[in-house]
């Protein structure tokens, strides 16, 4: 079975930076377009960022743009979301999300565009 597993969370700061790590398992990482959406308490699931599967393409939503950096390591089989100037409206739980796909260079930025998701991990940012 494909497994995501979130990883480097945390209570931080404002204005500091943060590398969450998506590990991905039980398959061929590299047939995977990924992606990153974050969840507020409250709050709808909120596109973040996402990445083609040969990495050569990345989107990101408006609120993070500019900020945040969506990265793969094929070596290691892990997705990375870079996170720096962190403000206080960036706390949720951050998931990673997967898509299996035969075009190498699509993204997808939304929820209903993925199938396999992590289990999440918290962010919180305090000002």
């Known amino acids: 079975q494909v497994q995501l597993v979130e990883s480097g969370g945390g209570l931080v700061q404002a204005g500091v930076s943060l590398r969450l790590s998506c590990a991905v398992s039980?398959?061929?990482?590299?047939?995977?377009?990924m992606g990153w959406f974050r969840q507020a308490p409250g709050k709808d699931r909120e596109f973040v960022g996402a990445?083609?599967?040969?990495?050569?393409?990345?989107d990101y939503g408006d609120s993070v743009k500019g900020r945040f950096t969506t990265s793969r390591d094929h070596a290691k089989n892990t997705v990375y979301l870079q996170m720096n100037s962190l403000k206080p409206e960036d706390t949720a739980v951050y998931h990673c999300?997967?898509?299996?796909?035969?075009?190498?260079?699509?993204?997808?930025?939304?929820?209903?565009?993925?199938?396999?998701w992590g289990q999440g991990t918290q962010v919180t940012v305090s000002s």
């Open positions: 039980g398959t061929t990482f590299s047939m995977y377009a």
């Open positions: 999300a997967a898509r299996y796909t035969r075009n190498t260079r699509e993204v997808f930025t939304f929820t209903g565009g993925y199938n396999i």
């Open positions: 990445i083609s599967r040969d990495g050569s393409y990345n």
